[in-house]
């Protein structure tokens, strides 16, 4: 980073998203006269996330939170709005602003063998990294990596074979050294648990939040399982077609879930009790296509506590109350 | 035993040739009465998908077969039909429905055409009389205005209302059995909830039994009667929901509802080291002793049956016996 | 989920490690004809043009295990020598419009954009015109010879090596792991060669291996043609053309190099079968 970075007061978030609208362009015969149809994946979407805090994005497939993390890292094209990374903010005509940004930053994946070259090794994957970005001299990359695996929890003899050989959880494990090599501030971890077996997502997650404590990581961890949110972040946002509903810190959003569409995802965990049997009471329906938004709030075709405002009025503001933001006329009135 | 409809006796499925066989899964035995709700739980590898291919004889590669034991449907061997007499009880008895609906799902035909031809295939009605018939199971199934969507193509359906014709598919030939293998792994969580609800009701309008096979013992938890646990391809621990999941006996289901995390506050999760072990590599004696937090060296030579220790309650595990005599 | 991953998962680790038959035997083929070619002076019993007049068209014997042809030259070290030749313009008519077509592929796929549409409809001008009569034209501004025979090659074989690299890297392109590679900050050239392309020319290899059998009945059918090798030299189309006047009488002269053909093209056919299953393009 550029010296004058360093003035800036301790204050200053590490990431902060303003307004930020991705839109993707829908095929379709192209009529003559007729308009092409966009996609709104992100719609507005506003948060902050401060060193070494992680932050949960919690939502069913298809509601953008994945685009969402992908357009954070400049890894897809933005409409409008704005990303500042430590203070500085990132855009693709600076390209100094996205060098900057990957030196920094580094994203860990859904699918653990899809995220490894198929044909080189797990050492060469690693050494790679510390090549190109020269975090170490040339002679030290064996030893780093060897380092960096046994932080993962992988022995030196792992850094000969090729992703094909591993498990899904060792492959994790080198998805997250890769990561590592980098010397990270911020890690975006998208739904890197969602395909492992349950005894090995909790080696992974455990691995993780020690990391992320030992070297003061900020996370912004995208999950559907709302179960191993609740384990690995401060705050959780909540996102629902594109627009953060509900947002705040992780143990009250569970506890006191106040937007609907946050209470049956609360509600849906399912959690290991003999005497908790499947819900009556369900949410109805599934999420709209993102083509055919509803006008109004955008969850008032499932919403238990559908009002007259919710159909008619433009989408809600998000409030602010006690940390928390919520995006329903629910809560309207409750406001100070 | 008569109260049983489908009963499984130490079932073990082989694949590869003669001289190079490797057993996938091995001596699985449980049973299902009517209108029961059993869940198959296990990790990937865990060979719960292959056992109930194995009940409806479709096996995931061509080389596998079962080796011994025996499938009984209501007092009926099935082990010893040959193919033409298996197929009648493959959907007419036995139903299933997969993980991925859209990959079984024809994509060019409507699916009121797909529904219809499965009840010609089945039963007797014809023409408009299955098209009518179609139209009452998507209504059943939870369709909205199936009159409307009678006629819409599988790309037209959202992931939930996909399994939802699945379900209207297998339902079809009025099968006795439904068996469901991972229905809602694909799915959202809000619309998971909504698919077992359509199970659990189908149970009670229909009298159906259902093996609800899953790696997520969240939904075993809400949904089942009994649990079946299987690790590396044995069973381990089975007996009914409440018993299992609130006194396990065998260490791996133990470890497995402690390291879910829903169920747990504290930061770090109880996990379970290293990894299940590959077909190939089995360990000698018990499968789970490399893992295994109590494992003696008995537990390396000794590979342990099903035991009981309550009356429907079985564990293989040497230790169980002794803790719960 | 988790069950078709454990599946592959066997599948994978079956294949490491383990050479199937099919590109053991078919390497052994291969190098087989590769020591005929390299050693031809030696083990050849006669000089491949030396006419031996006083023994023409004779059928197979002990002292010509081959037969001889309407000029009395020994079949088998015609075959021998011919070996040199095939071998060569398989390799070399192959090599060279793999290489243009996979950078031409590779390229087009990446860049994509208008780079991308400009090579595409090179392709489809070059696919425009049937392949052997492209060919000869070509060869026949160039004049005869194996030289032209190569030029004409890589101007018309590259463009299957080019669509089957582009619709790789399209798919690569798209990867997880591609994707990877850009946040950590790779420049765009490594990408390219070290992440998507060792990936995307598994499948061009392969093909490559079952192309050398088409280069080389090309090679032979223009050289039948009169375009390619010229006589006296020795290569199995051109013998196979020779002989077919005395089919009915001398069925050796054609019979012989027709099977060295087949032989090299099972050679080579069973490599890329192989191949395919080693690297993972098939099960």
């Known amino acids: 980073m550029p010296p004058c970075q360093a003035k800036q007061p301790v204050s200053e978030p590490l990431l902060t998203v303003r307004d930020l609208v991705v839109r993707f362009p829908v095929s379709g015969f192209p009529w003559p006269g007729r308009k092409g149809r966009v996609v709104r994946a992100v719609d507005g979407v506003s948060l902050t996330l401060e060193r070494g805090e992680s932050l949960g994005l919690v939502g069913e497939s298809g509601c953008g939170k994945t685009t969402l993390a992908r357009a954070i890292l400049q890894l897809g094209e933005i409409a409008s709005g704005s990303i500042h990374f430590e203070g500085r903010e990132i855009t693709t005509d600076d390209a100094k602003s996205v060098v900057g940004l990957r030196r920094q930053t580094a994203m860990i994946f859904q699918d653990p063998y899809g995220a490894l070259n198929p044909r080189m090794t797990v050492g060469e994957t690693i050494a790679e990294v510390l090549k190109v970005h020269k975090k170490v001299p040339q002679a030290k990359i064996d030893n780093r990596v060897i380092e960096l695996l046994k932080l993962v929890g992988l022995s030196n003899e792992y850094r000969s074979r090729k992703p094909a050989t591993l498990s899904g959880g060792q492959c994790q494990r080198v998805g997250i050294a890769r990561a590592l090599a980098i010397e990270p501030k911020l890690i975006i971890a998208d739904e890197c648990v969602a395909a492992l077996d349950v005894s090995i997502q909790a080696q992974i997650i455990n691995l993780l939040n020690d990391l992320r404590r030992r070297m003061r990581l900020a996370v912004i961890f995208i999950a559907h399982d709302l179960a191993v949110v609740r384990h690995m972040c401060d705050r959780v946002a909540v996102v629902y077609l594109g627009r953060i509903v509900e947002e705040g810190p992780t143990t009250e959003v569970f506890v006191h879930p106040k937007h609907p569409y946050t209470q049956a995802l609360v509600q849906a965990i399912p959690e290991i009790d003999p005497d908790r049997s499947l819900p009556r009471a369900l949410l109805a329906g599934e999420p709209p296509s993102p083509l055919r938004i509803p006008k109004g709030c955008s969850f008032h075709q499932r919403c238990p506590f559908v009002m007259d405002q919710c159909q008619r009025g433009e989408p809600p503001v998000l409030r602010n109350s006690d940390g928390r933001r919520v995006a329903c006329h629910l809560y309207g009135e409750v406001q100070q | ?325 | 989920m988790s069950s078709i991953t454990a599946h592959s998962e066997i599948v994978r680790r079956w294949k490491v490690g383990r050479l199937p038959i099919a590109l053991i035997v078919g390497l052994t083929v291969v190098a087989g004809f590769a020591l005929l070619a390299v050693c031809a002076e030696f083990i050849a019993p006669y000089d491949p043009i030396i006419h031996e007049t006083s023994n023409k068209l004779a059928p197979p014997s002990l002292s010509h295990p081959f037969g001889t042809d309407n000029f009395g030259r020994d079949v088998l070290s015609r075959v021998i020598w011919g070996t040199r030749i095939d071998l060569q313009m398989g390799l070399l008519g192959v090599i060279f419009p793999f290489m243009i077509g996979t950078v031409v592929g590779a390229v087009s796929g990446y860049l994509g954009r208008w780079i991308d549409s400009l090579f595409m409809r090179m392709v489809d001008v070059v696919v425009a015109f049937p392949f052997l009569v492209l060919m000869l034209a070509i060869m026949a501004i160039l004049g005869p010879g194996l030289l032209s025979f190569y030029v004409a090659m890589a101007l018309v074989g590259w463009v299957s090596y080019a669509r089957l690299i582009r619709s790789q890297v399209l798919i690569l392109k798209h990867s997880d792991f591609v994707l990877a590679a850009k946040s950590l900050g790779y420049s765009h050239a490594r990408i390219m060669f070290r992440h998507i392309l060792p990936n995307a020319l598994v499948a061009s290899i392969v093909f490559s291996m079952s192309d050398v059998v088409l280069v080389i009945l090309t090679g032979s059918a223009v050289s039948y043609l009169g375009l390619g090798v010229q006589p006296p030299t020795a290569e199995w189309g051109v013998m196979v053309a020779e002989g077919q006047n005395f089919i009915t009488t001398a069925w050796w002269i054609t019979a012989f190099p027709g099977l060295a053909i087949v032989c090299l093209a099972f050679g080579f056919s069973l490599i890329a079968d192989g191949l395919g299953e080693r690297l993972g393009l098939r099960e």
């Open chain 2, 1 to 325: 035993m008569t109260d049983q409809l489908l009963e499984i006796d130490s079932l073990t499925v082989a694949a590869g040739t003669k001289d190079n066989e490797t057993t996938i899964i091995e001596d699985i035995s449980f049973s299902l009465k009517t209108g029961e709700v059993l869940g198959v739980v296990g990790e990937s590898g865990s060979g719960k998908t292959v056992t109930c291919r194995a009940l409806i004889r479709l096996f995931p590669t061509r080389d596998m077969r079962i080796a011994s034991g025996s499938i009984r449907l209501a007092g009926e061997e099935l082990t010893t039909l040959d193919e033409r007499e298996f197929a009648s009880v493959r959907g007419s008895k036995i139903g299933m429905i997969f993980q991925n609906p859209a990959s079984h799902l024809d994509p060019v035909m409507s699916i009121g055409a797909q529904l219809a031809e499965s009840l010609e295939h089945h039963q007797t009605p014809r023409g408009k009389e299955a098209r009518n018939e179609a139209r009452n199971l998507l209504r059943q199934v939870g369709i909205p205005d199936p009159d409307y969507r009678f006629k819409d193509y599988p790309h037209q359906f959202s992931g939930g209302m996909r399994q939802r014709v699945m379900i209207a598919l297998a339902l079809a030939c009025n099968p006795t059995v439904l068996i469901a293998d991972e229905p809602t792994t694909a799915l959202d969580v809000t619309v998971q909830a909504q698919i077992l609800r359509l199970l659990l009701d189908l149970r009670d309008t229909r009298g159906l039994s259902i093996i609800l096979v899953t790696h997520d013992l969240g939904i075993v938890a809400q949904t089942c009667d009994s649990i079946v646990v299987m690790y590396a391809g044995r069973v381990c621990e089975r007996g009914p929901k409440r018993t299992v999941i609130s006194s396990p006996s065998h260490p791996y289901t133990a470890k497995l509802i402690a390291c879910q995390p829903a169920n747990v506050v504290a930061s770090v999760l109880p996990n379970i080291s290293g990894q299940p072990p590959y077909q190939s590599e089995m360990p000698k004696g018990c499968r789970f002793h490399p893992r295994c937090d109590f494992a003696f060296d008995r537990c390396r030579t000794e590979i342990p049956v099903l035991a009981a220790i309550s009356e429907r309650h079985v564990a293989a595990c040497h230790l169980a016996k002794r803790s719960n005599p």
